[in-house]
């Protein structure tokens, strides 16, 4: 491996450091230094070795067992061959579709979610969803059965604080839905919030707030957006929008 793309990581941007830190998929840290290997230095291929060279560079610390198993299971996003240094990968256009909420340096990020692909929908929330940190705020009217399979792509760690408002569905199954999910989700809380104005459907986090245009629940049923805005792209709305959500909360009953 060229010391180069060694020396390439060690300086790279700090912003982009950090978010190659925060990043908490084995698979997606493996990705997105194919990626920056490739797109930035014109090296295709890497090694699991020469991943961790790279990240270790950039102050970054992985265990090699979980890169090589994550590489592994990583199917068509990554490209392999053979070599005397041992298997090499490259990223494919699937592994770069993967990861580009995560390296992305834009402040405002849309994507389309269109009518009739509930899968596809899942996996666009779960991208970005998977990768949340720190206090996590959701706002949605609506909730239901599936809600919770949407929670759960939260990772454990985050303190999530999801508002809602009324049900379409039995209300009892929905206490035992929602109280097996909160033993395994502790860090979880979730209230119903006690007045009519809540419309809109967003979640906040520490750096950033994302409008969702469809119940996330039933994302992927009808064409929608959803649209991600750094906190210092527009800090004023992003403390409107928190004052708002603390307001309703505070005025709301646990479920």
Same mark, same amino acid.
């Given at each position: 491996?060229?010391?180069?793309?060694?020396?390439?990581?060690?300086?790279?941007?700090?912003?982009?450091?950090?978010?190659?830190?925060?990043?908490?998929?084995?698979?997606?840290?493996?990705?997105?230094?194919?990626?920056?290997?490739?797109?930035?230095?014109?090296?295709?291929?890497?090694?699991?070795?020469?991943?961790?060279?790279?990240?270790?560079?950039?102050?970054?610390?992985?265990?090699?067992?979980?890169?090589?198993?994550?590489?592994?299971?990583?199917?068509?996003?990554?490209?392999?061959?053979?070599?005397?240094?041992?298997?090499?990968?490259?990223?494919?256009?699937? *592994?770069?579709?993967?990861?580009?909420?995560?390296?992305? =340096? &834009? +402040?405002?990020? !849309? $994507?389309?979610?269109?009518?009739?692909?509930?899968?596809?929908?899942?996996?666009?929330?779960?991208?970005?969803?998977?990768?949340?940190?720190?206090?996590?705020?959701?706002?949605?009217?609506?909730?239901?059965?599936?809600?919770?399979?949407?929670?759960?792509?939260?990772?454990?760690?985050?303190?999530?604080?999801?508002?809602?408002?009324?049900?379409?569905?039995?209300?009892?199954?929905?206490?035992?839905?929602?109280?097996?999910?909160?033993?395994?989700?502790?860090?979880?809380?979730?209230?119903?919030?006690? *007045?009519?104005?809540?419309?809109?459907?967003?979640?906040? =986090? &520490? +750096?950033?707030? !994302? $409008?969702?245009?469809?119940?996330?629940?039933?994302?992927?049923?009808?064409?929608?957006?959803?649209?991600?805005?750094?906190?210092?792209?527009?800090?004023?709305?992003?403390?409107?929008?928190?004052?708002?959500?603390?307001?309703?909360?505070?005025?709301?009953?646990?479920?």
């Amino acid at each position: 491996m060229p010391t180069s793309i060694l020396d390439g990581f060690k300086k790279l941007d700090k912003s982009l450091k950090e978010k190659l830190a925060d990043i908490n998929s084995p698979q997606k840290t493996a990705l997105s230094v194919l990626q920056i290997s490739y797109d930035n230095f014109k090296v295709e291929y890497l090694t699991p070795e020469a991943i961790i060279a790279c990240l270790e560079a950039a102050d970054i610390s992985i265990k090699k067992i979980a890169l090589v198993r994550a590489l592994a299971r990583s199917g068509n996003k990554v490209s392999t061959k053979k070599t005397d240094d041992g298997l090499k990968y490259k990223i494919t256009i699937h *592994g770069r579709r993967s990861i580009e909420n995560i390296l992305s =340096t &834009d +402040s405002l990020q !849309i $994507i389309y979610v269109r009518a009739g692909t509930p899968r596809t929908a899942r996996n666009q929330l779960k991208s970005f969803l998977n990768e949340l940190k720190g206090q996590v705020k959701i706002c949605d009217p609506y909730y239901g059965v599936r809600t919770f399979d949407v929670l759960e792509l939260i990772p454990k760690s985050c303190n999530v604080s999801f508002l809602t408002l009324k049900t379409n569905e039995n209300v009892g199954l929905l206490k035992r839905v929602i109280k097996d999910f909160v033993t395994e989700h502790p860090k979880t809380s979730i209230k119903q919030y006690n *007045g009519k104005d809540i419309h809109d459907r967003y979640i906040i =986090t &520490d +750096s950033n707030f !994302i $409008i969702v245009g469809h119940g996330i629940k039933d994302i992927g049923n009808k064409d929608s957006f959803v649209i991600t805005i750094e906190k210092a792209f527009a800090p004023d709305l992003w403390i409107q929008i928190s004052n708002s959500f603390n307001n309703k909360w505070s005025n709301s009953i646990p479920l």
